[in-house]
């Protein structure tokens, strides 16, 4: 069978193409040597309901193309999802699973909002997905009155220890809730980006806090209600490894609660330090970055080498943000940012943009259980490669010159040839 190949480009995308053969014995630009890590486990996107709201502006038969172009095996096959607890800045308005104040006991805890757009949402990925679906969840904000001042935007959360038990009790009735309904959350996050304060839900914490409240009252609180879903350190939006990563898993107790840890935005510099304090911890990609809603080629490559870096750094996952929005993508709370696949309300047609390509190019061919290898050569910075447990070699290459170029990648069973057209992204599977 002959090698073949994938490309994209601002001019054209996903051309499908033979790639030439080339001599084993000559200078190749990118070869493999060695392992960076050894089950890598997908990728995917996150759930909102504005997403889901822009997918309602199509009829039912584009609506299910639009989702399998996501999840489906013959499209991205999006594995590894993410969900908000309550709202997210992608919310339609701010909600949290309880506002009722003082209800320690959680008797008014209710997902029936999730039911109206989430839930379908997540349904209609898994029904493309199957079995090998993975889910993880992490809250903006909690409930108000749990917080100082009180408000669904900036603040903290009431540091008694009767408010931090009714929080664990509050993730734990949302992983039964949701299972009530069928779907299994894999993973909780405790608090997305827990170092900003936004105008929209958000909640600061410190590496202590969190290390305390897992400690203290999650973990225990899931072990109590016998829940399989694991607790990760998350979603971490600082470089600051000593603040972070250092002072939560340094903590035996806190540890032994915690499955992994989750980066997103500045938190990428944190990675390489995370995994070379502890190697044997489990590191994924939480939020990719959004852009400003233009949804340009050259922000697409912005987002390969975001992939790059995680990557090659060990991260066990890599989760896009809006994988569906309106034109411009405007948040509740007016911030203008990027999606896969943008809803055009006017014709009702589903535009896919650049970082859908970018996604693609890496989603539909790495399988979970692949390896990633360790690149070497003058195009290494430019490429990542993995091996498929059936023995098959994916590598994903970007030309960011505004010039094409000629390479040459030597894989174990051969060497191919392929020019690179001027500002592309290609897949090689050898």
Known sequence: MSPNGISSSPTEQWITH?????????????????????????????????GWRALALLD????????????????????YCRMPIGASDYAESWYSHNETEGDFAMQAFS?????????????????????????????WSPPTWMKFPQAHN?????????????????????????????????AVHVQNEPNSDQKFPSCLWTGAQMRDFIRDHLGPAFMAAGLATEIWAGTIERGDFNSWAGTIFSDPEAAAHIKGAGFQWAGKHAVQRTRHAFPE???????????????????????????QHYLSNGAEAYVYWNMVLEPRGTSTWGWQQNSLITIDPDRRKAIYNPEFYVMKHFSAFVRPGAQVLKTAG??????????NSDGSQVHVIQNPFDAPTTITVRGDREAVSLTLAPLSISTLML
């Open 111 to 139: 997902i029936a909002r999730d039911r109206r757009s989430l839930i379908p949402y997540i349904e209609a990925a898994r029904a493309e997905a199957g079995e090998d679906f993975y889910l993880f969840a992490s809250p």
């Open 18 to 50: 033979e790639i030439a053969r080339a001599d084993a014995d000559g200078p190749p630009t990118l070869w493999t040597e060695g392992v960076v890590l050894k089950n890598f486990k997908g990728f995917g996107g996150c759930f909102n309901e504005l």
């Open 281 to 307: 911890l489990p590191i994924i990609q939480t939020e990719n970055e959004c852009g400003d809603g233009t949804n340009t080629w050259q922000q697409a490559h912005y987002v390969f080498d975001l992939i």
């Open 378 to 387: 003058p195009l290494a910075s430019n490429a990542l490669s993995f091996q």
């Open 60 to 79: 039912e038969d584009q609506r299910k193309t639009v989702i399998a172009e996501l999840f489906s095996a013959g499209g991205c096959g999006f594995n």
């Open 154 to 186: 900036y603040g903290t959360l009431v540091w008694e220890p009767r408010y931090r038990k009714a929080y664990a009790d509050y993730f734990v009735r949302f992983v039964e809730a949701y299972a009530e309904t069928g779907i299994f959350i894999d």
